[in-house]
Nanobody, 115 residues
Framework: QVQLVESGGGWVRPGETLRLSCAASGRIEIITNMGWYRQAPGKQRELVADIIMDGRTDYEDSVKGRFTISADWAKKAVYLQMNALQPEDTAVYYC?????????WGRGAQVTVSA
């Protein structure tokens, strides 16, 4: 089993930055993909950014150029640097880890962007 724990959420004003971190524990050797999802009130959970072990990344269109995903594969830790945050980025952000058909989720970190 794999456990994922997010940290780094909080409240910021528009234009400011936050960095989310996710630490994995347990059978981390099986993880090959990691990513961040978010869920805003009344909306479905959506992919924000994804990274695989060969370095390839993928981003949701609205965060391209503002958010950067990175990973420490030795630790199976994943990070999300969020710059130029906007109110529409307000959501609960979830860390995701995948091993083949299996998926693992963290409990989420609240990110609130408001003036």
């Amino acid at each position: 089993q794999v456990q994922l724990v997010e940290s780094g959420g909080g409240w910021v004003r528009p234009g400011e930055t936050l960095r989310l971190s996710c630490a994995a524990s347990g059978r981390i050797e099986i993880i090959t993909n990691m990513g961040w999802y978010r869920q805003a009130p009344g909306k479905q959970r959506e992919l924000v950014a994804d990274i695989i072990m060969d370095g390839r990344t993928d981003y949701e269109d609205s965060v391209k150029g503002r958010f950067t995903i990175s990973a420490d594969w030795a630790k199976k830790a994943v990070y999300l640097q969020m710059n130029a945050l906007q109110p529409e980025d307000t959501a609960v952000y979830y860390c995701n880890g995948r091993a083949g058909w299996r998926e693992f989720w963290g409990r989420g970190a609240q990110v609130t962007v408001s003036a």
